[in-house]
């Protein structure tokens, strides 16, 4: 989810319908109250998916995820950019012969994007994370392959008050995976790089941006052949050193999935949880403060599967939350969005 400069929202996702059940992208323009003004559908024969959307200047937006209808490759990272009223502008298709797939998206503040994932086709590794910096017409200005000898990627991205941009996602080793967090510079020169080992199965999945140059990061901790993870949640200073760390959950699994700065200092997170709640999943919604200290929280849903994948400031201090429900709606799964009113306290 991102939001649109005249107001309202930009949704992205994946829709499966008709002959073959394959992916197609699915992309929504709402209003400030959450009405459709226009919806679209992109895709092949094949599954094409998109993972991450970017509002641009001009009211449009810009998506990224992976094609396997076409390119070079098993799957190829693509991206695309839509006007204002939801037309294609431009598509580009990257990879090798492997596979290639984007993960995150962030509009540059000079213009532009970065696109966060990984590939499989270059690199040291399995798989490395690939970064790529996107001109506004799709063309790449530079792009960036980082990791070890294992299995490594990025997720999500935003761009730093300082220059530049952070970006968290995984670093696999042979015991397992790490959480990694790193700076670049504008140019996509490595600042500093930090993992953080917790338990066998982890990867940091969101960031946010303070504005002293820290960070918020969340991410899930677990073990492989558990059925229990944990959310994790570290606030970082501008060169990556540890103000304080977290482990949120309970004995099932608790993911979180976005993160958007707090008013009054810490973050607000978006997480599925299993621990508790009405279903079989349900939208955990917290706040913590500067110190990392839990301030109110929220659980959203019915009795199936509903989780939050996107977390956006709505108007007047609200929050806006986006993901799938499969307790309402028309088909297995649906698009779920909903506007949350916060607390007196904040």
């Avoid at 690199?123 to 910096?133: H, K, P, S, T, Y």
């Avoid at 996509?188 to 504005?211: K, N, Q, Y």
């Avoid at 608790?254 to 599925?272: L, Q």
Wanted: aromatic fraction near 10%; proline fraction near 4%.
């Amino acid at each position: 989810m991102a939001r649109a400069p005249a107001g309202g929202w930009l949704l992205a996702g994946n829709s499966r319908e008709g002959p073959g059940l394959s992916f197609d992208a699915l992309l929504l323009r709402l209003d400030r109250e959450g009405r459709s003004l226009w919806e679209r559908r992109f895709g092949g024969p094949d599954t094409d998916q998109v993972f991450a959307i970017a509002s641009t200047r001009d009211g449009g937006a810009a998506a990224a995820g992976h094609t396997r209808s076409q390119g070079a490759g098993e799957s190829d990272l693509w991206l695309f950019r839509l006007d204002a009223r939801g037309n294609l502008l431009w598509e580009r298709v990257l990879g090798g012969a492997a596979n290639e797939r984007a993960r995150g998206i962030a509009a540059a503040p000079e213009g532009g994007f970065l696109v966060s994932g990984f590939t499989a086709s270059r690199g040291a590794g399995d798989r490395d994370a690939w970064i790529l910096r996107i001109d506004a017409a799709g063309r790449v200005l530079w792009e960036r392959v980082l990791g070890g000898p294992g299995d490594d990627g990025a997720f999500h991205a935003s761009p730093h008050p300082e220059g530049g941009f952070a970006i968290v996602g995984y670093w696999g080793q042979e015991s397992g995976y790490d959480l990694w967090v790193l700076r670049l510079d504008e140019t996509g020169e490595e600042l500093w790089s930090h993992r953080f080992d917790r338990s066998a199965f982890e990867a940091a999945t969101a960031v946010s941006t303070l504005p002293d140059g820290g960070l918020v990061v969340a991410g899930v901790t677990g073990m492989p052949d558990s059925l229990q993870d944990n959310v994790w949640l570290a606030g970082l200073d501008r060169e990556g050193a540890v103000r304080w760390e977290r482990m949120l959950g309970g004995p099932a699994r608790d993911n979180a999935w976005a993160i958007t700065p707090r008013a009054a200092g810490g973050a607000v997170v978006a997480a599925a949880t299993s621990s508790q709640g009405a279903g079989s999943a349900d939208a955990w919604l917290f706040a913590v403060d500067a110190s990392g200290e839990m301030v109110w929280e929220r659980i959203v849903g019915g009795a199936k599967w509903d989780k939050p994948m996107a977390l956006e400031s709505g108007v007047d201090g609200a929050l806006v939350v986006a993901g799938t429900t499969t307790t309402r709606g028309a088909g297995y799964e649906d698009y779920w969005i909903f506007e949350l009113t916060l607390p007196e306290t904040e």
